[in-house]
């Protein structure tokens, strides 16, 4: 859970006695969630208070904040709070206006107050969530602070990434291509660059004796087919260990990896099997050094807590309509598996050594994203379909996915330039990342 600094705007001569009670419901409600948060004394009202309030939340690094209007509430003072904490995300809302008092007086007003702090945050060009006019406790109110939370979890995930970029892209492949220094600078990733010859001099020193070397290999060859030589299974255990030892050393969170050819000509592997096994302990790893690709799978595995597969959208299938062929080589973590998995050769590259995940991954609704660097900003693809069984058995780490308009999605990648790489997770999590793209000022290309 992201830590949340929670905000209680009021404005004078509106009732402190209503608008501490709603601060009061609001702190309980978060508790029951399970939300972590840091709350000031008080309402904040002034520049004083929310200078306070500010200070708080600067020593406690929250992750976000929660501006909720709890009376007709004080836009200069919701003002200052973001003002010194820049770039922190923000949910907007306000609490449900309680009935007339008995002389006929509105009691709150904190949805004409939240509109004063809207204007103003639109001004100063920061932008914000907003969540609806709600009762503290109502689905509205949950499932806004929910989904703010993990907005805010996948923003602090790519603000603190490290991606080692194992290689260069392939040559082949223009579309692996970014611009490193745009990425540190607008979203916040810092990529550490490691050559192949490191990674393969690291797992070729590791001693035949070595007790976690020998461990691995043993559990490797419980999971493998006949047809996978145990060179190959040797060479894969090294070269998981070559890798976590400098995730180890250099804090990486994710890879990118250059996983051919000088992979195979090099060393003698296909990676594909070790890749899908880091993904999923929780090191995203990304084919074809494709950082933003990778970029991509952090945010979807931020906000789902599963990890994602990393796919081509390949073709429509032959026949059925409305279904596309979501395929890798063999890379696909085992936990998505819908049912056996098979390891064996690789289906490209069947005479070169190495081992791939032969799986089809379970069926359930799924969200399909893309981030995409072009003219020097990012923008996002998102797409929701369902994962379909038909039955089949098929080389690869694949799942068929059904759509409500495959000609849409189609047209939409192609007129806005998409490449083939996806990162695809399971749940409905358009509206997070919708959320997470105006946050971080990416435009949201949704289907």
């Known amino acids: 859970m992201a830590k949340i600094g929670y905000v209680p705007v009021h404005r004078e001569p509106f009732s402190v006695e209503h608008g501490e009670e709603v601060k009061k419901e609001t702190l309980r409600e978060l508790k029951k969630l399970k939300i972590k948060f840091v709350s000031p004394e008080g309402l904040v009202f002034n520049e004083s208070t929310a200078e306070r309030c500010a200070a708080?939340?600067?020593?406690?690094?929250?992750?976000?904040?929660?501006?909720?209007?709890?009376?007709?509430?004080?836009?200069?003072?919701?003002?200052?709070?973001?003002?010194?904490?820049?770039?922190?995300?923000?949910?907007?809302?306000?609490?449900?206006?309680?009935?007339?008092?008995?002389?006929?007086n509105q009691v709150s007003g904190s949805c004409c107050g939240k509109y004063m702090t809207s204007y103003a945050l639109h001004k100063i060009h920061r932008p914000y969530i907003r969540v609806a006019d709600h009762?503290?406790?109502?689905?509205?109110?949950?499932?806004?602070?929910?989904?703010?939370?993990?907005?805010?979890?996948?923003?602090?995930?790519?603000?603190?990434?490290?991606?080692?970029?194992?290689?260069?892209?392939p040559a082949d492949f223009h579309s692996c291509a970014y611009d490193e220094t745009l990425l540190k600078t607008a979203l916040g990733p810092k990529t550490i660059p490691i050559t192949l010859a490191q990674v393969f001099r690291l797992a070729r020193e590791i001693k035949s004796k070595d007790n976690?070397?020998?461990?691995?290999?043993?559990?490797?060859?419980?999971?493998?087919?006949?047809?996978?030589?145990?060179?190959?299974?040797?060479?894969?255990?090294?070269?998981?260990?070559?890798?976590?030892?400098?995730?180890?050393?250099?804090n990486l969170t994710a890879l990118a990896i250059q996983c051919w050819t000088e992979m195979q000509l090099s060393y003698g592997l296909v990676p594909c099997f070790t890749m899908g096994r880091l993904t999923d302990q929780g090191?995203?790893?990304?084919?074809?050094?494709?950082?933003i690709g990778c970029v991509t799978m952090i945010i979807e595995s931020a906000l789902v807590k599963e990890p994602p597969f990393f796919v081509d959208i390949v073709f429509p299938h032959q026949k059925k309509k409305n279904i596309f062929f979501a395929w890798h080589c063999g890379n696909a973590p085992q936990s998505l598996a819908a049912g056996k998995v098979r390891f064996g050769l690789h289906p490209i590259m069947p005479d070169k050594d190495g081992?791939?995940?032969?799986?089809?991954?379970?069926?359930?609704?799924?969200?399909?994203?893309?981030?995409l660097e072009l003219d020097h900003s990012y923008k996002m693809f998102i797409g929701v379909g369902v994962v379909v069984n038909l039955k089949d058995n098929l080389r690869g780490?694949?799942?068929?996915v059904k759509?409500?308009?495959?000609e849409r999605w189609d047209k939409t990648l192609m007129d806005e330039g998409f490449c083939h790489h996806y990162s695809l997770a399971y749940g409905n999590i358009s509206t997070q990342l919708i959320n997470f793209c105006k946050t971080l000022g990416i435009k949201e290309v949704v289907v």
């Open 397 to 400: 780490s694949y799942g068929w």
């Open 56 to 104: 708080l939340f600067l020593k406690e690094k929250v992750e976000g904040i929660f501006l909720q209007h709890v009376t007709f509430g004080a836009e200069e003072a919701a003002l200052e709070v973001v003002r010194l904490l820049p770039g922190v995300p923000i949910l907007l809302g306000a609490s449900k206006e309680p009935p007339f008092d008995e002389k006929g």
């Open 135 to 169: 009762k503290v406790g109502d689905e509205i109110f949950k499932r806004g602070i929910l989904e703010f939370n993990q907005v805010c979890e996948a923003v602090s995930a790519v603000r603190k990434a490290r991606i080692g970029l194992v290689g260069p892209r």
């Open 283 to 291: 090191i995203m790893s990304a084919c074809e050094a494709d950082v």
């Open 355 to 371: 081992i791939t995940t032969n799986l089809r991954i379970r069926e359930g609704e799924v969200t399909v994203a893309r981030l």
């Open 212 to 250: 976690t070397l020998k461990s691995l290999i043993k559990e490797l060859t419980s999971d493998c087919s006949p047809s996978v030589s145990n060179l190959s299974l040797e060479k894969a255990a090294r070269l998981e260990i070559a890798l976590k030892q400098l995730i180890a050393e250099l």
């Open 403 to 406: 759509v409500n308009d495959w």
